[in-house]
């Protein structure tokens, strides 16, 4: 148990909806990472917010986008959803220094 | 850019000692990374070791590192079948993690 939480767990979209993913980190870390693992493959890094402001990101498009809220939760946000697109998608937080990450369960995201 | 490889199978009896091989291309990076991922599941950090060493050893669990030849591995030291999952090699450079496509291991009653 990691103290990471994501919801939903589980999603089905129809392509060209929007979709909104949340995660709560675990307490006392302000860094929160998102990554997107499609069946069969590693995680891809998205994107990594730091005390509310994007401080990196991985090639997704535009149109992949988050927040972090002042007590570091964070929201992945995907609008025109394409269907590869569906994929799990991972949030992870670290503690100040970065040095580890721990994941949540994930949200598994269908795009039909 | 950077890149991590495993290979994406191993299959062990219960009881003997399994190793994971990973190389990774990123000659900059400071932290590497084993997580394990059972099915349906998210990704369990199951140990990390700075770049500047070369060994760490917890429980059943050790990692070698090879940094002249960009080479980490985990043994898994009596390989029980509830170790059965898929490890993730990762490391982190300039960028946060970036991840190899997992080694799926299968341990044998």
């Known amino acids: 148990e990691t103290g990471v939480t994501q919801s939903p767990t589980h999603l089905i979209k129809t392509r060209g909806q929007q979709v909104t993913l949340r995660c709560s980190s675990q307490?006392?870390?302000?860094?929160v990472s998102w990554y997107q693992q499609a069946l069969g493959q590693g995680p891809q890094f998205i994107f990594q917010y730091y005390r509310e402001e994007e401080n990196g990101r991985g090639n997704f498009p535009p149109r992949f986008s988050g927040l972090q809220f002042p007590n570091y939760s964070s929201e992945l946000n995907v609008n025109a959803l394409e269907l590869d697109d569906s994929a799990l998608y991972l949030c992870a937080s670290s503690p100040q220094g970065n040095t580890e990450a721990f994941f949540g369960q994930g949200t598994r995201l269908t795009v039909v | 850019g950077e890149d991590v490889e495993q290979s994406l199978f191993l299959s062990v009896r219960e009881g003997d000692s399994s190793v994971i091989n990973c190389t990774y291309t990123d000659s900059s990076s400071t932290y590497l990374y084993w997580y394990k991922q059972e099915p349906g599941a998210g990704l369990q950090l199951l140990t990390y070791i700075f770049s500047n060493m070369d060994m760490k050893q917890d429980q059943r669990l050790t990692v070698l590192l090879n940094k002249k030849d960009k080479h980490l591995s985990l043994r898994i030291a009596d390989t029980q079948t509830g170790d059965s999952a898929i490890y993730f090699c990762?490391?982190?450079?300039?960028?946060?993690?970036?991840f190899g496509k997992g080694t799926r291991l299968s341990v044998i009653a």
């Open positions: 307490s006392g870390h302000n860094t």
């Open positions: 990762a490391e982190r450079g300039n960028t946060p993690l970036v």
